[in-house]
């Protein structure tokens, strides 16, 4: 290993274990795995409390059965109907709770006898039954089959022929593409909004001054964000896995869904757009002393990568396909949080990959060395706040 690198890695290191073994991330990842434990708990319990309804049918109703029985699945609604030889004590039962209704009287007009209001999806359901039978009695009045009219009308309908076929894992892919957005606009701001405000504490603290005299600036600088963005890694890798895992047991994934080409985009793109935020937060906290001056050198950042994460995410899901977003997610600052959206979404050839990756690779490069060099010339400087104009000026000087 060369010299240069074994003081860049013992930085990494000690701020790695630093973060991960601190109270904050650790309840910070305990919190968001138990909401995500709460959110699957309440979607199974959504899921197996599927609707159901029990109605009961007497005298000239029954004709209502197999009607009832049709109309259910149209409506979502999963019905059981059974007869009900004694309506005094069918009533009964519908005001203990026993039956959801019961179905009296004329089949085309019947009287419908519920606690207090009938379930608007097993109301559909007996408007739907009662307007059939309805339809099938004057239809056999006048001689014509009902059966064999609904096997004429089931065959008629366009044939639709789609230049691209629907694509039935789209949803899927959505998802995907906007949770790896949210989580590695989650993860880059939060962690190079750490690494910035690590920078002020060394400056106001004095630390930097003594690590300065064992390392050189560049190397302090390169183990910070190598440490920090690891930490970042971790997180980002426990609580993917939580969500996925999570969208897996909610049935609302499934494999095959562009499942491991976004895993790997999300990581390549993170770790890129990582090295590159986080030069740029460290370059701006480099520039302030105390840590109540922190916020309004990372405003401009912040506030750029929020406005461009807003815009693109709303395009995203409007249009993924697209001018203005392809044209954000080919732009540097804003490559890593939507590319992989556009890989998992499947609406990114391969050549626009292949740039994006490029202009990021190559604007990150430029904005170590010129963050590198503002940080070298800001980060020992105390007390007044140094202008961008004179950090830059001093770089280039």
């Known amino acids: 290993m060369s010299p240069a690198l074994r003081p860049v890695l013992l930085i990494a290191r000690r701020e790695f274990a630093a973060k991960v073994k601190g109270r904050a991330f650790v309840v910070g990842t305990l919190v968001v795995l138990l909401l995500l434990a709460v959110y699957a708990a309440v979607v199974a319990t959504i899921a197996s409390g599927e609707d159901t309804a029990r109605v009961a049918v007497a005298g000239p ?36 709770g026993d039956l959801d209704a019961l179905i009296t009287g004329d089949p085309v007009r019947p009287r419908v006898y519920v606690e207090t209001e009938p379930d608007a999806n097993l109301e559909r359901v007996i408007v739907d039954a009662t307007a059939a039978t309805a339809r099938d009695a004057f239809l056999a009045g006048r001689g014509v089959d009902p059966a064999a009219l609904d096997a004429v009308v089931s065959e008629a309908g366009p044939a639709v022929v789609a230049a691209e076929p629907p694509d039935p894992q789209a949803g899927q892919r959505l998802g995907l593409g906007l949770a790896g957005a949210f989580l590695l606009f989650f993860s880059i701001q939060t962690y190079g909004a750490m690494v910035a405000q690590g920078v002020v504490e060394e400056k106001s603290s004095r630390v ?22 690891a930490v970042g890694l971790v997180q980002l890798v426990v609580l993917g896995g939580a969500g996925l895992a999570v969208a897996g047991a909610a049935g609302v994934l499934a494999a095959g869904a562009g499942l491991v080409s976004t895993l790997v985009s999300v990581l390549v793109w993170y770790l890129l757009g990582f090295a590159l935020y986080a030069t740029v937060f460290a370059a701006a906290g480099s520039l302030v002393s105390r840590q109540e001056d922190t916020q309004s050198v990372l405003s401009p950042v912040t506030i750029t990568v929020l406005l461009g994460f807003v ?25 890593p949080l939507f590319m992989p959206a556009r890989v998992a979404l499947g609406v990114a050839p391969v050549g626009q990959v292949v740039l994006a990756f490029a202009l990021t690779l190559a604007f990150t490069a430029g904005t170590l060395w010129l963050g590198g060099r503002i940080y070298a010339n800001s980060v020992l400087r105390t007390g007044a706040r140094v202008s961008f104009r004179e950090a830059l000026g001093r770089a280039r000087g």
Not at 62 to 82: I, K, S
């Open 208 to 229: 930097v001054e003594i690590v300065l005299s064992s390392v050189r600036p560049w190397q302090l600088l390169l183990g910070k964000v190598l440490g920090l963005g």
């Open 61 to 96: 109703a029954v004709a209502l059965t197999d009607p009832l029985l049709r109309a259910a699945p149209t409506e979502g609604l999963t019905l059981t109907v059974v007869g009900a030889p004694d309506p005094a004590a069918a009533e009964a039962a519908v005001r203990a």
């Open 311 to 335: 815009v693109g995410f709303n395009l995203l899901t409007s249009d993924p396909r697209g001018t203005p977003i392809t044209v954000i997610s080919l732009l540097p600052p804003f490559s």
